[in-house]
């Protein structure tokens, strides 16, 4: 039962444009929300995260939205740079137990 | 430069032995969490403990899988015997200290890189 759903595995964006990473949750106890990047053979580094009594939360070009009503998250990257081609990881964190999705992996073209 | 430090980075092993997987979380943290990373289920979580004690090990096979913390500096993931579906990459992340919760981040090492043949 994966509680934390990223349904595409992988997305493709020109560099400079705007990329869009999307979660979905089922538990509706998660009160955190967090983006955690990952480059190939290192561990996950954290990104951004955004509390479940806030709707917006904005970091320079990172920008996490949250729709509690739906139970959907999303990243905004704008621009997007060749450097942040990488996985991406959504997780859901209740009592600091953090529950994380399958991640999508993000290609930025020059 | 305060890091999860995770060894060992590579095993390769027979099907049918043990293995056993350690991770050093940071100093003055006391939440510690084991993940698989698998191609279907992204980061699955396995186990994780505060101040030593395991609070949900209910993502680990119980049968082959254990995992423990012999003291706040180390602790271990042990898998008795081995299968090749257990091939994957262990990551090992902490977090902490006091009033830790969902707020805080955690840190992840690099990753144990286990093949089982």
């Known amino acids: 039962d994966q509680q934390v759903k990223q349904n595409s595995p992988s997305l493709s964006v020109q560099e400079g444009r705007i990329s869009i990473l999307n979660c979905d949750y089922t538990?509706?106890?998660?009160?955190?929300f967090l983006w955690y990047k990952k480059y190939p053979a290192e561990g996950p580094t954290f990104l951004i995260s955004?509390?479940?009594?806030?709707d917006k939360n904005e970091d320079g070009r990172f920008t996490v939205f949250l729709n509690k009503s739906a139970k959907h998250l999303s990243l905004h990257i704008v621009p997007s740079q060749p450097g942040d081609s990488a996985v991406y990881f959504c997780?859901?964190?209740?009592?600091?137990?953090?529950?994380f999705g399958q991640g999508t992996e993000l290609s930025v073209k020059p | 430069d305060a890091r999860v430090t995770q060894t060992p980075r590579h095993k390769v092993t027979e099907m049918g032995q043990e293995v056993t997987m350690r991770c050093q979380p940071i100093?003055?943290?006391?939440?510690v969490f084991w993940y698989r990373q698998t191609m279907m289920q992204g980061l699955e979580l396995l186990a994780y403990?505060?101040?030593?004690?395991?609070?949900?090990d209910s993502g680990m096979p119980k049968d082959r899988f254990s995992a423990e913390m012999p003291d706040a500096t180390l602790a271990t993931l042990k898998i008795q015997p081995s299968e090749p579906r257990d091939s994957a990459v262990y990551f090992c992340?902490?977090?902490?200290?006091?009033?830790f919760g969902s707020g805080n981040t955690i840190y992840f090492g690099e990753g144990s890189w286990l093949t089982v043949v």
């Open positions: 992340a902490s977090g902490g200290g006091e009033g």
């Open positions: 538990n509706s106890m998660f009160d955190y």
């Open positions: 100093l003055g943290h006391n939440t």
């Open positions: 997780a859901a964190s209740s009592w600091g137990k953090l529950i």
């Open positions: 403990f505060r101040n030593r004690a395991p609070l949900d």
């Open positions: 955004i509390s479940s009594i806030k």
